[in-house]
């Protein structure tokens, strides 16, 4: 009787394992994760007829490390949700998020890590 148990226990455990191996090796082949960031040495942040709190008289570049809108109050790292729907023509780089608040910018809240 022990035998019997013993035996049924066995192909119980080789089943469920070979079912289990059979699932992971037809797993599906996930692509490399590729990590881009912007160039920080890109933007240039400088103001016109001495007003810094003006965004929409600030000359700026694309490829700084944050990202705001010419119609918002809020700046984003370019791979946040927020900096991603930002359409092209409203974007604005800034080189810093020092000089992201002088210009009257406040962090987003759904971007992790910004300040």
Known sequence: MDKDILTV???IFVGTASF???RLSVAPKKTPVKIEHASTT???ASTIAGSQ???EEMILTEGGKV???KNGSKYHYPWCSGGK???EAN???FDSIEVARAAG???AGNCKGLK
């Open 67 to 69: 990202v705001a809108s």
């Open 53 to 55: 709190n003006n965004s």
């Open 85 to 87: 729907t930002i359409s």
């Open 42 to 44: 890109a933007a240039v």
């Open 20 to 22: 289990g191996l059979g």
């Open 91 to 93: 974007k604005i780089w």
């Open 105 to 107: 910018y406040t962090p």
């Open 9 to 11: 226990l066995i192909i």
